[in-house]
Structures are given as structure tokens and as C-alpha cells.
């Protein structure tokens, strides 16, 4: 039998080796990323027992779930399996997470205290709405409540982003949501029975788009007693440098309504660049810690789905701690990098009173694509209208960030960064700005693809970069005049990811051919929506075998993982991928298939076999060949077939309108 299948995807490199374990082009080094798909939202951030749980939305295929990922250090992370799956209610949506150290839920069994998620249910046939789920095993595994959706939509479009927490005056939870451009609160006794409270922020701040990811927290206002409450509101559209972007309000919170203490036409930013969205802070931090820690997802709904990064699309930015100061115009959050970031550093070097003569000079000390810079200029000596530090520069690239002593603005410039992935990426970001001393600090994180500044302990520009990979200098730069560098200081920034998965898996010499293929820490993943190929590329074998899972829907849910078809084996496979001989798992049909791909893309089936296999369920599986004998097997059923068509070629992984898993892969 002899049919036709869709054609291969692309190959996204040129046959050369693929990368490393978390090392593909744009691939960020210290900034935390999934090892395959999309995210965007940071989700459920609390402490527990010296873990920082990070989750986050995961988007696998438009199924959406929550990531996870832990550290002891807020700089390296540790990817664990996606902790919250879509079920037969809906998608899961952005929410957060707390430690019900009273058990008030009543989910908690055992010694461990419980962890409880509260997280929007985009429902499959209906509107948004807010569910439960919870963990006893330190957040690896998670339990949906049975009386979900534990808020019912009550008749709005957009009803979304739960943020939870416990209001110690009042002894109850409280929950504050979005409703369109304003926000729904509600409280409850033990995290299952809600009650409508207020509304609030109809007229409040910048309403450009729809309110998203709302985060409510008491700070004590520095050098001071007092405390005040902090409002953080993500927006759609509408923010200061183009798209999505993040407000706040500061004021006071009685456990029922909010009431800002500022205007209600003024409003608040707290990042002016386009890359800097949906962040939200950690619950459960240790008193003896005390801080307000912060991250959030970096990018822009502008532009999201075209950033070109593969296998990976999304970052997140540093951890922020947030911290209130008063200044003239009043009580203002301010973000500074975690003092855990600097167990990154390497020693770097330190130079003091550079002159900057009119034009561009090239940085002494490191370059790279991962640094970071702390450059101090003194605005007293200097007499150019326009100067600062240019990063990731090459031949005809680089990425300038300086002050505008004309317009009072400190500014990222993107425009000659290097690629430009939509119309909406807006090239200069800046802030109004006005020095409050004689020296201006830019505290500067260059990644492979974003860079994030801090403006003298006040501002922070947090944007994506897309340059290529030898665009590695620095420089600095002043126009119409000269400048002085009081202080500079370069540090190369260590990576946060180990040189090989965690699975060492032995494919550290293949190439991807077609789909998406990463190492992850559970193995070697791959994805098509048609057909792809991984192929060994540093030797011919006669015989492949795996343990390869195909990664479909579970609970109920309808949205499947693309057509969860079929993954396997190939062998004998020619220089371009086009022929060879494929065993494969089809799962769709219940079938194990043993297959000549020809180079007219069509298939031809030689053999195959009813098994029981389902998604989510690892098989064994071989693939060998002899002479003109060819060898499909699991550990139920073996089914041979005879072929001249191919007397040798490479071995590798083949999957189908599908992602799949491949563990213990072996070649001989």
C-alpha cells in the first residue's frame, strides 16, 4: 500500500550539527526559558521549603498548561513537568499560587503544607472562569478540585488572572481579578467559597486595553514606618513605549476596597520598554528574607507569535526586587536587579575616568553576548548632548543605550540591532528623565536576545534584541561634545543552564532536518505538524532503538497536541532525509508500522501490526536491518518485511503530526 503524506517540514539550519542543551541561536543564557514551545505569563510564584517555584504558562500546540520550573537561588532553574493540564473544562490561564500553612482549604494531607493554585479557565464551550488545584508533594503533582469552576462567569467577556492572598486584619483570602479595564475582588474563608467584594479602577490609570494580571502587596515605604499597598495591573495595549506594558497604583487596602492616593488620571509605569509584561511577585517569602521579588514575561502581544526563535518562543526577564521610595512627585515603586544575580558575575575588570571623544570608541575589556555593564558618567565634565555605551555591535549591528540631554530621556535604541521580526517593534524605547545628582548610572544586562537597564536605581528599559551571533562588542559614544566615564565596570555573565541535558541523551551529534527538535531534561523532544527528522550524523548504524512517548491530551480535554499520530525510528536514511525505512507508533490507529519512505514523498506501509499503544505512554521500540531484512519491534510484537530499495544511510527520529518523547536512544 502505497500513500501520500505532507511534505517535511523545513530544515531550520543548514545540516549542520544541531546546537547544544540550551544553546540554539537567540537562546538566552541567563534569562529563564523553556527547553521547547511557548510561554509567556509567569504563573503560581511562591516559596516553599527553600524552593522558588516558578510556573508559567505553557503553550503546547494551543493547548494551554502551566510550566514549571524550581530554584534556591532565584538564578538557576531547574525545568520540572508541566504541573497544571487543560482538562474537560477548559485551557489553563494565568493565575497564582499560595501556601495554606492553616489548612482552611482542608486539601492537605500529610506533613507537607498545602499548596493551592487559582488559575482561569478558558472553557472549551463557554466563558472565562476561576478554578482551583492543589499539591501536597511540594508542587510536583496536582490535584484538581472537584467543584470547579469555583467562580462561575457572571456574564463578562474578560474575567481573568486570579491573584490570591491572605488579608491578615480581616483573617480571610482575597482574591482580585480582571474584568475587562478594571478589577473584580472577592474574599473567601477557605479558598473554595467566594464572595463578591468591590469592583475597582474604572477610572483609574490607563485603560489603552484590556486589564490583565493583577498582583496586590503591602511595602513599608523606605527610610520610613509606613507602609502602603501597591496595585500592579498589567495592559494590552496602551503603554508608554507600544503595546503591552505594566501600570501600578500605590495607596491603601482595607481587605475589601482599594483607594489609590495619587489622581485618578495619573499613571504609573514600571518598565518603559516594549519587553516587559504580565510580571507578578512571590508569596510566602520568609519574614527573615522580606522582599518584594518580581518576574515577568518579556516580550510584547504586538509581535509575540513572530519573534523567530526556535525550538523555544518566549523568555522571561530577570527577578526584580521592588521596593518604595519617596521622591518629589511622591511615593514611587522601584525595581533593581536581585543581589542574586550577581553569582553570575565572572571577576571582570574595572576602569575609572575614561574619556569619551565625539564619535564611537570600542570598550576596553570583555565582549560577548552575555554581560553586564555598570557605567557611571559624570554629567559634570561632560559637555555632549547625546552619549552612553553601545552593546552587541558588529559590523553593521549594534544596540545603543545612553541619555538625550535634549529631551531629558534615558533610551534603548534597537533600530540597528539586527533582526526586525514585525511592524510593531518599535526601535527607540525611552523614559523622561532628569538626573538628580552630577553622575548618571546605567546598570546594563545584555543577553543573546534582550537586554534590561536600570537608570540610576529609578527606571528600568527592558527590551528584546534579535542580533546575530558575532555581534559580540562595546563601545561608547558621545555626540556634539565629549563625555567622562567616572566609573566602568564589565562583568561576562555565566550561563544558568549545565553543558548537557540532564538526561544525557546521546544525540550530541545529530542534526535536525525537519520540525522542532530540543533536549530537554527528560530526553530528546520533537515536533511536526506534517513529518520531521533527526538524523545521526556522525557515523551509519544498521539499528536504532528508543523509548518513545507521543505527547497527547489528558483529563478529558478535547484540545489535542497536534494530530497525536504517530512517532519512531528511521534507518538507511539518505544525505537529504528523503528515503529510508521508518518503524512507527502510530497511535491514532493503534498500529505499529513499518515503513519505505521514498523520495517522491510518498509512503509505502511494508509491514504492520495492531498493539496497545495510547498517548502519554512510553514504548519500547526497535528498528533494525540485515542485508534486505528489516525489523520493527516492540516488547509485544515484532513484523518484518524485505526491501532492496536501501543499502545503507543514517539512523534517526522520526515523528508525525505529532510530539513525542525519545529516551534511552541507542544506535549500533
Known amino acids: 500500500m502505497t500513500y501520500t503524506i505532507p511534505a517535511t517540514d523545513p530544515a531550520t539550519h543548514d545540516l549542520a550539527l544541531d546546537p547544544g542543551y540550551m544553546d540554539e541561536p537567540f537562546r538566552p543564557q541567563y534569562h529563564y526559558t523553556a527547553e521547547k514551545n511557548m510561554i509567556n505569563d509567569p504563573n503560581g510564584l511562591l516559596w516553599y521549603d527553600g524552593e522558588y517555584h516558578l510556573f508559567h504558562q505553557y503553550n503546547l500546540h494551543d493547548a494551554i498548561h502551566w510550566g514549571h520550573a524550581v530554584s534556591t537561588d532565584l538564578v538557576h532553574w531547574t525545568h520540572l513537568p508541566p504541573a497544571i493540564f487543560p482538562d474537560r473544562i477548559g485551557q489553563i490561564y494565568s493565575g497564582t499560587a499560595v501556601v495554606d500553612t492553616a489548612n482552611t482549604s482542608g486539601f492537605q494531607q500529610g506533613e507537607e503544607a498545602v499548596m493551592v493554585a487559582a488559575f482561569t479557565y478558558a472553557e472549551h464551550q463557554g466563558p472565562q472562569s476561576q478554578g482551583i488545584a492543589y499539591s501536597n508533594d511540594r508542587g510536583r503533582t496536582w490535584t484538581m478540585y472537584e467543584g470547579n469552576p469555583v467562580i462561575p462567569n457572571p456574564g463578562k467577556p474578560d474575567f481573568r488572572d486570579p491573584k490570591i492572598l491572605w488579608h491578615e486584619p480581616t483573617d480571610r483570602w482575597i482574591m482580585v481579578l480582571t474584568a475587562g479595564t478594571h478589577l473584580d475582588f472577592y474574599t473567601s474563608p477557605d479558598l473554595k467559597t467566594w464572595t463578591f467584594s468591590s469592583e475597582w479602577g474604572r477610572l483609574d490609570g490607563s485603560h489603552g486595553g484590556e486589564w490583565e494580571c493583577p498582583d496586590l502587596f503591602e511595602l513599608q515605604v523606605e527610610g520610613t514606618d509606613e507602609t502602603r499597598w501597591v496595585l500592579s495591573v498589567s495592559i494590552g495595549r496602551g503603554a508608554p513605549a507600544g503595546g503591552s506594558g505594566m501600570q501600578y497604583f500605590v495607596g491603601h487596602f482595607d481587605g475589601v476596597t482599594?483607594?489609590?492616593?495619587?489622581?485618578?488620571?495619573?499613571?504609573?509605569?514600571?518598565?518603559y520598554g516594549q519587553d516587559y509584561y504580565a510580571g507578578i511577585t512571590w508569596a510566602n517569602v520568609p519574614p527573615s528574607d522580606g522582599r518584594r521579588l518580581m518576574i515577568a514575561w518579556a516580550d510584547n502581544w504586538m509581535y509575540r507569535f513572530d519573534v523567530p526563535t526556535t525550538p523555544f518562543n518566549g523568555q522571561l526577564s530577570l527577578v526584580h526586587e521592588l521596593t518604595l521610595k519617596t521622591f518629589p512627585e511622591g511615593i514611587r515603586l522601584v525595581h533593581s536587579p536581585v543581589a542574586e544575580q550577581d553569582l553570575l558575575r565572572d571577576p571582570g575588570f574595572t576602569w575609572e575616568n575614561?574619556?569619551?571623544?565625539?564619535?564611537?570608541?570600542?570598550?576596553?575589556g570583555p565582549q560577548g553576548e552575555c554581560l553586564e555593564i555598570i557605567a557611571e558618567f559624570d554629567l559634570a565634565a561632560t559637555s555632549a548632548h547625546l552619549f552612553g555605551i553601545d552593546v552587541r555591535t558588529g559590523s553593521s549591528q549594534l544596540t545603543r543605550i545612553g541619555f538625550d540631554a535634549n529631551t531629558r530621556e534615558v533610551f534603548v535604541d534597537r533600530h540597528l540591532s539586527g533582526t526586525k521580526p514585525s511592524m510593531y517593534w518599535i526601535g527607540r524605547n525611552s523614559v523622561p528623565f532628569q538626573p538628580a545628582a552630577d553622575t548618571l548610572t546605567l546598570r546594563i544586562f545584555v543577553d543573546r536576545s534582550s537586554v534590561e537597564v536600570f537608570v540610576d536605581g529609578r527606571e528600568v528599559i527592558s527590551l528584546l534584541i534579535l542580533p546575530d551571533a558575532g555581534s559580540t562588542g562595546t563601545g561608547s559614544y558621545s555626540e556634539g561634545g565629549t563625555a567622562l566615564l567616572k566609573s566602568l565596570q564589565v562583568h561576562p555573565v555565566r550561563r544558568i543552564w549545565p553543558e548537557r541535558s540532564?538526561?544525557?541523551t546521546p544525540t550530541a551529534a545529530w542534526s535536525t532536518f525537519s520540525g522542532e527538535w530540543a533536549e530537554t531534561c527528560a530526553g530528546r523532544q520533537g515536533s511536526s505538524r506534517s513529518t520531521g527528522m533527526c538524523l545521526r550524523m556522525d557515523g551509519r548504524s544498521a539499528a536504532i532503538e528508543t523509548k518513545v512517548t507521543i505527547i497527547g491530551a489528558r483529563d478529558g480535554n478535547p484540545q489535542s497536541i497536534?494530530?497525536?499520530?504517530?512517532?519512531?525510528?528511521?534507518?538507511?536514511?539518505d544525505e537529504q532525509a528523503g528515503t529510508g525505512y521508518a518503524a512507527v507508533i502510530n497511535v491514532r490507529d493503534s498500529i505499529l508500522e513499518l515503513l519505505k519512505i521514498n523520495s517522491s514523498a510518498s509512503t509505502e506501509i511494508l509491514a504492520s501490526a495492531r498493539i496497545n499503544a495510547t498517548t502519554n505512554e512510553p514504548v519500547h521500540l526497535q528498528l533494525t536491518t540485515t542485508g534486505t531484512k528489516i525489523v520493527a519491534a516492540t516488547n509485544n510484537t515484532v513484523i518484518t518485511a524485505q526491501d532492496t530499495s536501501f543499502a545503507s544511510g543514517r539512523s534517526g527520529l522520526y515523528v508525525q503530526d505529532a510530539e513525542a518523547l525519545y529516551t534511552a536512544v541507542k544506535t549500533s
Do not use: C, K
Open 258 to 271: 482599594f483607594r489609590n492616593s495619587n489622581t485618578p488620571d495619573l499613571a504609573l509605569w514600571q518598565n
Open 354 to 364: 575614561i574619556g569619551v571623544p565625539e564619535g564611537r570608541s570600542a570598550l576596553p
Open 562 to 573: 497536534l494530530g497525536q499520530h504517530a512517532a519512531g525510528l528511521i534507518v538507511r536514511a
Open 502 to 504: 540532564p538526561a544525557q
